[in-house]
């Protein structure tokens, strides 16, 4: 069973930036389309960015266009986030998941810890 384990997270000024790490203690991430989601206080998760299982292709939700790049090396297992220019209104617990690319719904059932992101203004 893959079990999904989220790091990099802080707390950052506006306009900082953060790389986060996603990786598994079972399993392997090789195979599947991942992504990023997180979930601000008060609110619903909601999806941020994913990509294809050989890295070629990445998409993003229109609020992190431009700032935040996914990418995955699947040698290692891992998916990372980098997020530039980060602003008050990304803080949030980000945590990663298999995504259906055509839903843009979380695959796996079960989430990680996720990983705290706090931007300061």
């Known amino acids: 069973q893959v079990q999904l384990v989220e790091s990099g997270g802080g707390l950052v000024q506006a306009g900082g930036s953060l790389r986060l790490s996603c990786t598994t203690s079972?399993?392997?991430?090789?195979?599947?389309?991942m992504g990023w989601f997180r979930q601000a206080p008060g609110k619903e998760r909601e999806f941020v960015a994913k990509?294809?299982?050989?890295?070629?292709?990445?998409s993003y939700a229109d609020s992190v266009k431009g700032r935040f790049t996914i990418s995955r090396d699947n040698a290692k297992n891992t998916v990372y986030l980098q997020m530039n220019s980060l602003k008050p209104e990304d803080t949030a617990v980000y945590y990663c998941?298999?995504?259906?690319?055509?839903?843009?719904?979380?695959?796996?059932?079960?989430w990680g810890q996720g990983t705290q992101v706090t931007v300061s203004s």
């Open positions: 998941n298999a995504v259906d690319p055509g839903t843009l719904k979380p695959y796996f059932a079960s």
């Open positions: 990509i294809t299982w050989t890295g070629w292709t990445s």
């Open positions: 079972g399993g392997t991430l090789s195979v599947y389309v």
